[in-house]
């Protein structure tokens, strides 16, 4: 039985089986790191605690309506095709040959812009739901291609670092995109990870644009050695090659003043004990790798103490790496379907 199938309850009554389908799912996304410092547009894992939640309903007319419910910052897109919930959806009901409409209610976790993957996360938690709700029976990995479909609306660009770990969860590895091909891999039990959210927000598609278009060998040795090490140290737990390797020559560089207080956040993480600290996405968010929770607690208020003495605002927390990913929450039965 597939998941989705799972949460179609069959009852019995006077001796008839009946099986009501869904006509709504709502689905957790979680947020996510991605480039991991030195893995640009190929690393990533899901974050706890903190995602979106979209419900599809399916309704009465033939179209596609989405709905923002609380936009916590920059005012989102309701335009199916410039919300990124909206490609993957129409995807999916293209795939499903159903002509019907759906309604598609976002409940934002966190806001768009911060580098936490929020354009993925609500891209994945649409198609997961749209599967369960069209009984479409793909797997999550098969939702991979339709989820990147909305990515593309955002950035534009298809990169699939916060798409991959958000719908898959653990720690993901895109290691070609033609075809797509994501390796998962789950990280040691007791690394953790600190999160600053400075006040403001970065356009991914801006910041990708502050970018080199070429890069010189000696760059991509180094780059390329912290990519193995940081995949080895994260497979043997090997915390020490895991710090060592949380380094990007390339990326980080470009991006870093686009973040004020960066250097200093970053500074202070370091000397706080943690693994390595770096610009999570496009940023503003920082990210930083660290063993244990006590330690990621010293090193978040280490940096956003620093921060405070720029006077720019904060937020702060601590997660381990979320395992599971996309996880569907309600579906709400119609027997009439
Ligand atoms: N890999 C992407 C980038 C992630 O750094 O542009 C954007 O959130």
New binding site residues.
């Given amino acids: 039985m597939s998941p989705q199938q799972a949460f179609w309850r069959t009852s019995f009554a006077s001796g008839i089986t009946v099986t009501e389908k869904p006509r709504s799912v709502t689905v957790f996304a979680p947020a996510s790191v991605?480039?991991v410092a030195c893995g640009?547009?190929?690393m990533?894992f899901a974050l706890e605690g903190l995602g979106d939640d979209v419900t599809v309903t399916i309704d009465s007319g033939r179209a596609i309506t989405i709905a923002v419910l609380n936009h916590l910052g920059s005012m989102l897109p309701v335009d199916p095709q410039k919300n990124t919930a909206g490609p993957p959806v129409a995807a999916l009901l293209k795939r499903s040959g159903r002509n019907i409409g759906v309604t598609v209610n976002i409940r934002k976790g966190f806001a768009s812009g911060s580098?936490l993957?929020s354009?993925?996360a609500s891209a994945v938690a649409a198609a997961v739901a749209c599967n369960a709700l069209l009984d479409l029976e793909l797997s999550m990995r098969e939702l991979l291609p339709f989820a990147l479909e909305g990515e593309m609306v955002a950035?534009g660009?298809v990169?699939a670092?916060?798409i991959a770990p958000s719908l898959l969860g653990g720690f993901t590895i895109v290691r070609g995109y033609d075809p797509l091909d994501v390796v998962r891999i789950t990280p040691p039990d007791d690394l953790w990870c600190a999160v600053i959210l400075p006040a403001g927000t970065i356009e991914?598609r801006v910041?990708?644009s502050l970018?080199p278009a070429s890069v010189p060998l000696g760059q991509v040795v180094t780059q390329t050695g912290n990519i193995a090490g940081l995949v080895a140290g994260l497979l043997t737990a090997d915390y020490g090659l895991i710090g060592r390797s949380l380094q990007d020559v390339i990326?980080e560089p470009a991006?870093a003043h686009t973040i004020a207080g960066f250097y200093k956040m970053k500074q202070a993480a370091l000397e706080a004990g943690a693994l390595g600290c770096s610009?999570?996405?496009?940023g503003p968010a920082l990210f930083a790798l660290t063993r244990g929770e006590h330690s990621c607690h010293q090193i978040a208020n280490a940096m956003g103490n620093a921060l405070s003495r720029i006077g720019t605002p904060w937020s702060t927390f601590c997660s381990r790496v979320n395992t599971h990913g996309a996880v569907i929450k309600t579906e709400e039965p119609n027997a009439a379907l």
């Fill in positions: 991605s480039n640009f547009d190929v990533g580098g993957g354009s993925a950035s660009a990169h670092d916060n991914t910041s990708r970018l990326v991006r610009i999570s996405g496009s």
